[in-house]
DNA sequence: AAAATAGTGTCTCTCAGACACTATTTA
DNA sequence: TAAATAGTGTCTGAGAGACACTATTTT
């Protein structure tokens, strides 16, 4: 048999396959607090529960699996987030009720403005703060999935500048510290926050400034397209 | 309908779903040079053609991703590697000829030494230099995935001694620097080096020493359990 | 003694931590 | 002017880079 008519003769349907699943877990900075985006599940198994948004690759829609998350985080948030990384995927015989499951889990981050209208009219998402997720008795391995998401999260807090996407695309560098912080969990010395951040380069002074209260602050905006998002050295644990 | 009847009528084979796989990047240190694992294609499609280990999911004998990939590493190399943790999952379209498809991979490391036998009595199989591997025409996408391992080893290389998995149980200093050298690919300082290995407190010495010509070097093994392998700071890159 | 390799002493430099200080706004 | 917030000056200390030095083996 020739690769031709091998290829013709497959049928992947023949196979036993694990469901596959594609998840995200998005985060975003909102009152002082990490939030994290569920949805309440509308459908057996785990029905009722709050569960990460997420669902299966369409063979026809989804070139991806970028697109896979993009187009379900679009369903829900009615925007497609700045900033999409693969996390990691969970698998195994007994994460899912159904038998043998795979998910393949994105951390992302999106400004809560970008999606306020969407939210407001879609009854069974919310952005819950994830100290309270934490307690919470969520579907599946999600609360599992959620606090690796939330590691790494803190990782990047600590070597780059990736939590901005959590933010508005013009921003203040004592908002970006607290988002910092809050991801982190501990406070950050002002000087070293900022000396790390004019040393890399990383943002650019829009020239505007915003006042609230006390003095203005300079509005910053990450710098389009390099990609470069990384400190040289971390900050301490 | 309540869940227990969703259940019983649930049939995963009644939904399409994209062929997934188990992959494996499995690198070794072997006569000064960082080499993987590689496997000639016995069957369509790609017939013929190098390829990373790796292969179906066993509902019935793995439990988890990890029992996939050290099964099928098992089957390669006689042994389980001492390291194996997830780099990616590599999904779309047109990966495989055979329609949408999801791969799901690992890097792991071994000494070439403790699947030396093994590995001569298998044809199909071969260590081969990430070099020369890096100009070759190997299957789907599979040099895409050997890639972005290489550069997540480069990374491990300049933050932990997880190199020193690719080495046997016992080794010498001078051995680990010359695998982080080639990992790397340019040379490190000798005193740097061995300063932050000290300092983090990552090894053991055994005691023995081993000679060749010139001065014996002491024998170190890594600080079983405890986990840790990262240094405080990185290497500069 | 010479060659070969292992291992150390020590200076410099960069950058994070700490914290007091100055600057600019509103009330 | 006081309160509030933004932003700076500057000292200390940890740890990497550089490189010359010493130590221990075989031939």
Chains 1, 2 share one sequence.
Not at 20 to 32: C, E, I, K, N, R
Not at 85 to 111: H, N
Not at 167 to 172: G, H, M, N, Q
Request: proline fraction near 5%; aromatic fraction near 8%.
């Amino acid at each position: 048999m020739n690769e031709k008519e091998f290829l013709a003769a497959y049928n992947k349907g023949n196979f036993e396959a694990p469901l596959l699943t594609v998840d995200a877990v998005l985060f975003t900075y909102q009152d002082g607090q990490l939030k994290v985006l569920l949805v309440e599940r509308s459908n057996h198994p785990e029905q009722g529960k709050w569960a990460l948004p997420g669902g299966f690759i369409s063979e026809s829609e989804d070139k991806t699996l970028e697109d896979t998350v993009t187009r379900k985080l679009k369903e829900k948030t009615g925007v497609v987030p700045p900033y999409v990384e693969q996390l990691a995927t969970f698998g195994g015989a007994s994460r899912d009720q159904r038998g043998w499951s795979v998910t393949i889990c994105y951390t992302a981050l999106i400004a809560h403005q970008a999606c306020e209208s969407e939210l407001e009219t879609i009854s069974d998402v919310a952005w819950l703060p994830i100290e309270k997720v934490k307690k919470m008795n969520l579907a599946f391995d999600h609360l599992k999935i959620i606090n690796r998401a939330h590691e790494r999260l803190i990782q990047k807090a600590l070597y780059s500048i990736i939590p901005a996407y959590a933010l508005p695309k013009k921003f203040t560098l004592p908002e970006l510290q607290q988002v910092h912080e809050v991801i982190i969990g501990k406070p950050l010395q002002k000087k070293s926050f900022r000396r790390r951040i004019e040393q890399a380069d990383l943002l650019i002074n829009t020239g505007k400034k915003r006042t609230e209260r006390g003095r203005p602050a300079a509005l910053y905006s990450l710098r389009p397209g390099s990609g470069k998002h990384t400190f040289v050295r971390n900050l301490e644990q």
